[in-house]
């Protein structure tokens, strides 16, 4: 049965969606069959991999609404072999109000998840920059968190909020959940504000910390508009090395995991 993970921070712009797809398009490269699901009204996982949405005639909304339905038929293949998608569409905005009034509104996310883990090695949700129905379905369906934080000011703002969210969930919900890792990106060698994020994320978080850090790429922000990953878009840029170490470093870590 395949691993599923949250990729989660309530803040926007901190690279989420960035590593949701790099993230899985390695480690489709590397033989292993991924499914994104990708839970932001925004859809930036859904357009960021090629999917056009306006076309789109199911999306996850149907899949959470109608507990019925059978969740394959959402499914996308994408222009990586083994990489797949359950996409968004704005219509996930609505479905915060929908689910409120709905029974176990909390597990949605999870029945879909559970009937396909079979199915995949790896299943990554890309959460909304929020602490919503919507992530907290998320985070209730998960295994694990993957934390990615931005070398900017005021990068850990915010990071008790969510470790608190974490372990509320985790308490009422979701026993086994656990904090996967925390993965920097954004940063900028030149400037001694990402240093110290960097020895600020260091210490609050420890080992958790991923040693691998995603710099800022202008390739790595372009490959969005082009609707592929950064290793398809431009192999030999900064961020397709920085993002094929992390999933090295991110396997390597699976490996010690599963042996103890």
């Known amino acids: 049965m395949g691993k599923s993970i949250a990729?989660?921070?309530?803040?926007?712009?901190?690279?989420?969606?960035?590593?949701?797809?790099?993230?899985?398009?390695?480690?489709?490269?590397?033989?292993?069959?991924?499914?994104?699901?990708?839970?932001?009204?925004?859809?930036?996982?859904?357009?960021?991999?090629?999917?056009?949405?306006?076309?789109?005639?199911?999306?996850?909304?149907?899949?959470?609404?109608?507990?019925?339905?059978?969740?394959?038929?959402?499914?996308?293949?994408?222009?990586?072999?083994?990489?797949?998608?359950?996409?968004?569409?704005?219509?996930?905005?609505?479905?915060?109000?929908?689910?409120?009034?709905?029974?176990?509104?909390?597990?949605?996310?999870?029945?879909?998840?559970?009937?396909?883990?079979?199915?995949?090695?790896?299943?990554?949700?890309?959460?909304?920059?929020?602490?919503?129905?919507?992530?907290?379905?998320?985070?209730?369906?998960?295994?694990?968190?993957?934390?990615?934080?931005?070398?900017?000011?005021?990068?850990?703002?915010?990071?008790?909020q969510l470790i608190s969210t974490i372990e509320m969930v985790k308490k009422r919900l979701n026993p086994d959940l656990y904090i996967d890792g925390v993965i920097l990106s954004m940063f900028d060698g030149r400037t001694n504000l990402s240093q110290a994020v960097v020895e600020d994320v260091r210490a609050f978080f420890g080992q958790a910390m991923y040693n691998t850090i995603i710099p800022r790429n202008v390739r790595l922000a372009e490959a969005p508009s082009y609707g592929v990953p950064i290793i398809t878009y431009d192999p030999s840029a900064p961020g397709a090395k920085a993002y094929r170490e992390f999933t090295k470093e991110f396997l390597a870590r699976e490996k010690s995991r599963k042996g103890k």
């Open 7 to 160: 990729i989660f921070n309530q803040k926007g712009g901190v690279g989420k969606t960035t590593t949701n797809i790099n993230l899985a398009a390695c480690l489709a490269y590397k033989g292993k069959k991924v499914l994104m699901i990708d839970i932001d009204p925004q859809g930036n996982t859904t357009s960021g991999i090629g999917i056009r949405k306006r076309k789109l005639k199911l999306t996850l909304y149907d899949a959470l609404i109608d507990s019925s339905m059978d969740v394959n038929k959402v499914i996308l293949p994408t222009n990586t072999e083994n990489l797949f998608l359950i996409p968004a569409s704005v219509d996930l905005a609505g479905a915060e109000v929908e689910l409120a009034n709905l029974e176990g509104r909390e597990r949605k996310l999870k029945r879909i998840i559970d009937e396909v883990k079979d199915q995949y090695d790896y299943i990554l949700v890309d959460c909304p920059p929020s602490l919503g129905i919507l992530t907290l379905n998320s985070l209730t369906a998960v295994d694990s968190v993957l934390i990615p934080i931005q070398c900017e000011f005021y990068a850990l703002e915010g990071v008790s």
